[in-house]
């Protein structure tokens, strides 16, 4: 029996190249270049505009008070303000993802931090026995959002704002109208007040450059090995000198002696910016190397073919409230160390619109199936250069609710307008 392909070696030839085809073919840098650009054109744009836009803020603000907004000091400060923020908005990354919301997130953290403080400063526990049991109620919570949500239906819009209005109650009851706790346990007030040592940072830094330089790299040579589609190794190698480029830079300017007086000597990178990391580092995987993370995707892209596709849908959406709560304890820990107390209103007033606006503005879509965990370190970013610039300009507080509010709109906007780009590219 003949085994030629039917129609001869003409129809092979000009036969459509099979599915898999395109991740086979040679690629070049001028080609990802194209690549990248036919991408954006068909509103896949990622986290561009918060790259360009994080840009654009950091050069408006060094002309507008070249004598301040890059001091050593400020710099610092900024790290630091941006802790709870980045922390918050990248667990609600994975609520986004579904096209969910969670309006508890805010005073969550608030709850959470209350219990620590509380178990710090009136039973006497140790800070890792506070520590868990914050993260473990602010899993508890998330649990009950998500149970309400997946299994009883219930629009999470609805539930979270019932719980945004009764956990605020919760706070109140804990610490009582008008009272504070203290936060004075060395550790814990250590993770916004404190530096690490230079040689540490310097050791870090290192560490993570050679970690992702050779992660990245052998990707790259593991595709090649199979023959599948990869990026060009000058655009790997560049990116990777980018990437060291900024923690590099990074850590020098933290390590600089940013003391006021020449008698103390203050420097170093504090000691949350590698819990940023490190939570980033664990969030990226979770969402880009594992199954549960491509479910997350599938869920938020197609929930009806995710569920005919055999993945438990219920049990997805559960579990990404549950992740955004218990980021919401750690992330209310570290708005206590910074302000060394937990206060009623704790995780009230901006601390949710700031997160979801971080989110948003970093390339996390509100209409689910698309962002990353890096969109929320971005996304963070500009929202304390905002704050912080503004502050230096001495601009009054409704200007500052008036700009921030504008960007806001801008990145969803742009969300928006991205979507209907990619629905009319069949993307």
């Known amino acids: 029996m003949s085994t030629d392909i039917p129609g001869g070696k003409e129809a092979a030839l000009t036969r459509p190249p099979a599915d898999f085809a395109a991740d086979r073919r040679e690629h070049d840098l001028r080609s990802a270049l194209l690549d990248y650009r036919n991408r954006i054109r068909a509103g896949e744009i990622g986290a561009l505009p918060a790259v360009l836009g994080l840009i654009s803020l950091v050069a408006l603000f060094t002309a507008l008070k070249p004598d301040t907004f890059l001091s050593k000091g400020n710099i610092a400060n900024l790290s630091t303000q941006a802790l709870p923020i980045t922390i918050l908005a990248m667990g609600l990354v994975f609520v986004l993802l579904l096209g969910e919301i969670d309006l508890s997130a805010g005073v969550a953290s608030g709850v959470c931090a209350a219990v620590m403080a509380k178990l710090i400063a009136g039973s006497g526990q140790p ?19 998500g149970w309400l949500v997946a299994v009883v239906r219930i629009p999470s819009f609805v539930v979270t704002l019932a719980l945004f209005l009764g956990l605020q109650g919760v706070t109140l009851r804990m610490i009582g109208d008008g009272g504070t706790v203290p936060v004075r346990d060395d550790v814990i007030v250590a993770l916004a007040n404190k530096n690490m040592p230079i040689w540490l940072g310097w050791a870090l830094a290192a560490a993570c450059v050679t970690g992702y330089t050779g992660t990245q790299l052998l990707r790259w040579r593991r595709q090649r ?27 020098y300017l933290l390590s600089l002696d940013r003391a006021p007086s020449p008698l103390v000597t203050l420097g170093g990178v504090p000691w949350g910016v590698p819990l940023v990391g490190a939570l980033l580092i664990v969030c990226t995987f979770v969402l880009g190397r594992t199954p549960y993370g491509r479910h997350i995707y599938a869920v938020g892209g197609n929930a009806e073919a995710a569920r005919r596709a055999g993945i438990n849908v219920t049990r997805i959406r559960i579990s990404v409230f549950m992740i955004a709560s218990g980021m919401a ?57 905002i704050e912080n610039g503004l502050g230096l300009l001495g601009t009054k507080a409704y200007l500052q609710f008036l700009i921030t509010g504008a960007v806001l709109l801008l990145a969803a906007s742009i969300d928006a307008l991205a979507r209907r780009r990619r629905t009319a590219t069949g993307r």
């Open 329 to 385: 304890a750690i992330s209310g820990i570290v708005a206590a160390s910074r302000l060394n107390s937990v206060t009623t209103d704790a995780g009230g007033g901006n601390t949710l619109l700031y997160a979801v606006g971080a989110a948003v503005i970093g390339g996390t879509s509100l209409f689910g199936g698309r962002g990353k965990a890096r969109d929320a370190v971005f996304g963070g970013l500009v929202i304390a250069i």
């Open 127 to 145: 800070w890792y026995v506070a520590v868990i049991s914050a993260v473990a109620i602010g899993i508890v919570i998330g649990t009950l959002i």
């Open 225 to 251: 090995v199979r023959g599948l589609h990869s990026r060009p190794l000058e655009l790997v190698l560049a990116q990777s000198g980018l990437v060291a480029l900024a923690l590099l830079a990074g850590t």
